[in-house]
């Protein structure tokens, strides 16, 4: 498959020197993975929130062990279709490197804080992260060039292929995948014939992440006690679901797409006890559930014909079964976990804390910031790249740290 990627796939934005042979020889992209996985962001998402924050239990997932779990499926599903999986394994190891502390509680406000240096978005930030912000590869006019990752793969990490304001119909306003200062590197990772479209591999990480999080977050509410598929509020879950996955969802669908999840044989017909039993039974469901939509998504784009089946030459095809599917999911994460009030009001403290360190930092200025933030903030042009450099470094950190943070700069000295 490595013949379908061409020397444009292949490049890097700084040219580097041959490696010395120590080991079995890698391919470009093997290196790419090896550099995500050994970026200090990626350390960092042990201790940043999936969904509930990852010191409040050792089961619950935090975003470093969902990465996992999506660059698990990424790579089956994009080794079954016939592309290279090292490039669809390193997008979604590197997908939520963006994200900041307390998940998307704490990305909406930083957008919100951020409107003067151009806003905020996970994606964007990543892409930021991946490309200036990680330390590995020095740029010829000695800038950072962040892990200095091929092109293919930084492509493939681009789940928003646009700036602010140009997201197509269909898809959020506040979805973006670009910020201003970033965009020469983007230019160079993108093909410009390819407009908003996003390539294969972008396809089979965004899928693959959609798979894992609906499936995956089900899980930890049910071990958590707070979701019991035995028992679900069918009126609820349907106004759920319509206010933040499907709008107009009816309680006849939801009821008919719980039905047709039944029909896989792995559904609870009991409630979880917390037994061996039941876990066992959980995570059957949890498989039969993955492979059921990769399978559904698999035959529907082979049954559209096209291929090979990388970057640009064919798309990935999700029946609008399978959406649904994914999006009452996720329905039943938000309605049973992610609307409960002890939630909404850490989500309301959580707020409150990041309004108020970005506050301190930017009335701070450099000295408050670790040296590589402090080193931009002296580089800054004028007050929203400053602004930018404190985004950045509140980016940065984990829930703990910005919790710490927070604690030692507004304490009364």
């Known amino acids: 498959m490595d013949e379908l990627y061409d020397a444009h796939d292949r490049a890097r934005l700084v040219e580097e020197p041959p490696k010395r042979v120590v080991a079995p020889e890698r391919t470009p992209f093997e290196r790419d993975r090896a550099r995500v996985v050994h970026a200090a962001s990626s350390r960092r998402l042990a201790a940043k929130t999936q969904v509930v924050g990852p010191q409040s239990d050792d089961f619950v997932r935090n975003r470093l062990t969902h990465s996992l779990e999506v660059a698990q499926v990424a790579r089956d599903l994009s080794r079954a279709m016939g592309s290279q999986p090292d490039i669809a394994e390193t997008a979604a190891l590197a997908h939520d490197l963006g994200h900041p502390p307390f998940g998307h509680n704490g990305e909406a406000v930083l957008a919100d804080l951020s409107e003067r240096c151009g806003g905020f978005e996970g994606n964007a930030q990543t892409l930021r992260l991946l490309t200036r912000l990680e330390a590995k590869t020095t740029a010829y006019d000695g800038s950072s060039a962040g892990l200095n990752l091929t092109r293919a793969t930084l492509d ?29 590197v983007f230019s160079w990772l993108r093909t410009p014939e390819a407009g908003r479209r996003r390539c294969l591999e972008a396809q089979i990480m965004d899928l693959a992440d959609d798979v894992a999080y609906s499936v995956h977050d089900v899980e930890d509410g049910i071990v958590a006690g707070r979701i019991d598929l035995t028992r679900l509020d069918l009126d609820g879950l349907a106004q759920t679901t319509g206010e933040w996955y499907v709008p107009g969802i009816d309680r006849a669908t939801v009821t008919e797409t719980i039905a047709g999840l039944r029909e896989g044989g792995c ?21 039969d559930l993955i492979g059921r939509f990769c399978g559904a998504v698999q035959e529907a784009t082979y049954a559209a014909g096209g291929g090979p089946f990388v970057r640009y030459r064919a798309d990935l095809v999700v029946p609008e079964r399978t959406k649904r599917e994914i999006a009452v999911l996720k329905g039943i994460a938000a309605h049973y976990v992610m609307q409960t009030d002890d939630r909404l009001a850490s989500m309301g403290r959580q707020r409150e804390l990041l309004a108020e360190l970005v506050a301190v930092l930017v009335a701070r200025g450099a000295d408050a910031l670790d040296r590589p933030f402090a080193d931009d903030w002296h580089a800054a042009a004028d007050d929203a790249g400053r602004l930018r450099v404190v985004v950045d470094q509140v980016a940065s950190l984990t829930d703990v740290t910005a919790i710490a943070w927070h604690a030692r700069l507004t304490s009364p000295r």
């Open 267 to 287: 559904w609870p017909v009991a409630a979880y006890d917390g037994s061996r039993r039941s876990l066992a039974a959980l995570k059957n469901l949890t498989s």
């Open 156 to 184: 493939a990490c681009t789940k928003y292929p646009w700036r602010r304001g140009e997201a197509p119909p269909g898809v959020a306003a506040s979805k973006f995948g670009v910020y201003e200062d970033d965009l020469p």
